[in-house]
């Protein structure tokens, strides 16, 4: 194994949308706001890292073969013989979801291959959608919370603002976020059609669109006239270490990174953005079944001032760059602790093309501290109701940069 390729959101949050990067738009931070991104939610953009051994909740795996892959002396799955026994052909499928199940952890989890296919999707920056995202509000109702430029929802004339009544035959009200997400993604078919049922105050009409892939658009970056430049990255997705590293050339007056609500993405994509703001140096270690790693920064970064934005929402991936520049002096961190995701997957594909996410250890920041079940504490807390954007200014002033 060369190393974990990506950090993911928990299994309780993958499957029941089949489901979500969203990525964090990833999710998590969607899910406690009751607002999911249809191209962050319907594949999970995290990958992860697990714990080495899962604890079994139920002593029978359901096979002589799942049974081999138990530590009977510890009760625990141990997951380099379950991943061995894969690449053996030794579990199939039904076996393999059973034991992930069964496991406790959280991390873990079971991807058919059409789902792995939308999670691979996802992590290179495309969904196939209409271009909506969106929230629940009072009474269960289903409102547009954004619709992306040039998509077929923007084309058609979606409008933030506006209810979805029917999803084809289905009515919309009092659904999950995620359920109305997986019936606007559809199975992931490019063209298909969906046929909605929208309302804007007294008008109420359908609309039939067709799906189309599209971007995430996990960067967003806006310049302000003397004062930082905020970048918001949703997700790290292929890709973004550039987009960053290009958006703060002309970030004269400093950056406001943002990582508010982003659950992870490709661990190669986080390290990418460290290195834009560290010259080189540890980013990172992690173990796999106990053999220590490192990952570093490398290609020089700026110097421009740096505060980063986190919450709750602030996961995997995220954690490990907010904690990395945090530890090495770099940045002021403002928010509310992280989500306190630590710990790291590997793949391991079955001859069916369906995968099982296999948590192999946990990382720690340069400093050495952990992460999983504890999160990064920032070095100044924002009070809920508080704009951190606009509470920002204060550190940059402290940090000598023009606000």
Not at 172 to 190: F, S, W, Y
Not at 256 to 273: F, M
Not at 288 to 313: E, F, K, M
Request: net charge positive.
């Amino acid at each position: 194994m060369s190393g974990p390729s990506l950090f993911g959101t928990p299994r309780r949050l993958r499957r029941g949308a089949t489901l979500t990067l969203v990525f964090g738009s990833l999710l998590a931070g969607g899910a406690a706001a009751g607002s999911l991104t249809e191209p962050l939610q319907r594949a999970p953009h995290g990958g992860s890292a697990r714990i080495a051994a899962a604890t079994v909740a139920d002593a029978d795996a359901g096979s002589a073969a799942a049974g081999g892959a138990r530590d009977t002396d510890r009760g625990t799955v141990n997951t380099r013989r379950i991943a061995a026994e894969i690449a053996d052909g030794k579990v199939g499928p039904d076996v393999v979801e059973k034991l992930i199940s069964r496991s406790g952890d959280r991390w873990s989890s079971f991807y058919t291959a059409r789902e792995y296919a939308g999670l691979q999707q996802a992590l290179d920056g495309r969904y196939v959608g209409v271009g909506l995202w969106v929230r629940r509000i009072d009474g269960g109702r289903i409102q547009v919370a954004r619709v992306q430029p040039g998509s077929p929802a923007g084309r058609a004339g979606l409008r933030v603002g506006d209810l979805l009544t029917t999803i084809g035959t289905t009515k919309c009200a009092g659904l999950a976020v995620t359920e109305v997400v997986a019936a606007l993604r559809g199975d992931n078919v490019p063209g298909s059609r969906v046929t909605l049922g929208v309302r804007r105050a007294q008008r109420a009409w359908t609309v039939t669109l067709r799906r189309a892939t599209l971007a995430t658009g996990a960067v967003t970056v806006t310049r302000r006239e003397d004062a930082p430049t905020v970048i918001k990255i949703d997700a790290f997705t292929l890709g973004v270490g550039d987009q960053i590293r290009r958006a703060v050339r002309d970030a004269d007056h400093g950056v406001l990174l943002d990582l508010r609500g982003n659950s992870g993405g490709l661990v190669a994509e986080a390290v990418a953005v460290a290195s834009v703001f560290l010259d080189d140096g540890l980013v990172a270690t992690y173990d796999v079944h106990g053999q220590q790693r490192a990952l570093y920064a490398s290609g020089g970064g700026t110097d421009a001032p740096l505060v980063v934005l986190v919450d709750g929402g602030t996961m995997s991936a995220a954690e490990l760059l907010a904690g990395a520049l945090q530890d090495r002096g770099r940045a002021v961190v403002m928010g509310a602790r992280t989500f306190g995701k630590g710990s790291v997957q590997m793949p391991s594909t079955l001859p069916d093309g369906s995968v099982a996410e296999l948590t192999v250890g946990h990382y720690s920041l340069p400093g050495g501290r952990g992460v999983d079940g504890q999160g990064i504490t920032p070095d100044v807390q924002v009070p809920d109701g508080s704009d951190p954007v606009a509470d920002s200014s204060r550190v940059f002033a402290g940090l000598g940069t023009p606000s």
